[in-house]
Nanobody, 121 residues
């Protein structure tokens, strides 16, 4: 079984910064893409940022220039540095990973439990 454990959420004032972390553990042979999604009340879950195992990144237009995604393959971890936070960034942030558990096994998609980010004065 594979687990994704997020940390780093919390309450921050507008203009502030937070850094989210997510570590994958369990039976993992290879991790392909890792990313962060978010879901605000009444909204659908949306992609925030993603990074391939080669380091290519993709960002939602709403966070470009403010958020930076990175990963540490040795630690099976992905990070999201969030700067210049706005109230509209308030949401539950979910870590996502597409990986293979065993050699020649199927590619599977896993989610973390979510961490709350609240931007408010």
């Amino acid at each position: 079984q594979v687990q994704l454990v997020e940390s780093g959420g919390g309450l921050v004032q507008p203009g502030g910064s937070l850094r989210l972390s997510c570590e994958a553990s369990g039976r993992i042979f290879s991790i392909y893409d890792m990313g962060w999604y978010r879901q605000a009340p009444g909204n659908q879950r949306e992609l925030v940022a993603a990074i391939t195992n080669g380091g290519s990144t993709n960002y939602a237009d709403s966070v470009k220039g403010r958020f930076t995604i990175s990963r540490d393959n040795a630690k099976k971890s992905v990070y999201l540095q969030m700067n210049s936070l706005k109230p509209e960034d308030t949401a539950v942030y979910y870590c996502n990973s597409r990986l293979v558990g065993v050699m020649f096994g199927p590619t599977e998609n896993y989610w973390g439990q979510g961490t709350q980010v609240t931007v408010s004065s």
